[in-house]
Nanobody
Framework: VQLQASGGGLVQPGDPLRLTCATSGITLDYYAIGWFRQAPGKEREGVACISSKAGSIYYADSVQGRFTISKDNANVYLQMNGLKPEDTAVYYC???????????????????WGQGTLVTVSS
């Protein structure tokens, strides 16, 4: 199983950015995928997560209405609009076959992790 997060970079406040999690070795119909982020000095937090059948989607309150998670056969995307300086973090994607819908935002429920991509929002 491999997860490859990409698309990070330096953007200005208000700009959009799209992250991609390229997966291999798993079938997304059977795995939930979560986007998590970790800012310096802070704990890792769930940002946006989608269940295996896309029947359940979780967004953190801080990104609701600005971020959108979606997926196709092998990739999971995080469209981030209206970026703010407080969105600056390393963003990771993770996969789980067993996570319950009620636990989508819990990092410990995920078995496989990508390497992270840095998003910096600064003027």
């Amino acid at each position: 199983v491999q997860l490859q997060a990409s698309g990070g970079g330096l953007v200005q406040p208000g700009d959009p950015l799209r992250l991609t999690c390229a997966t291999s070795g798993i079938t997304l119909d059977y795995y939930a995928i979560g986007w998590f982020r970790q800012a310096p000095g802070k704990e890792r937090e769930g940002v946006a997560c989608i269940s295996s059948k896309a029947g359940s989607i979780y967004y953190a309150d801080s990104v609701q209405g600005r971020f959108t998670i979606s997926k196709d056969n092998a990739n999971v995307y995080l469209q981030m609009n209206g970026l703010k300086p407080e969105d600056t973090a390393v963003y990771y994607c993770a996969a789980s076959r067993t996570v319950l819908a009620s636990q989508l935002a819990v990092a410990d429920e995920y078995d496989y992790w990508g390497q992270g991509t840095l998003v910096t929002v600064s003027s």
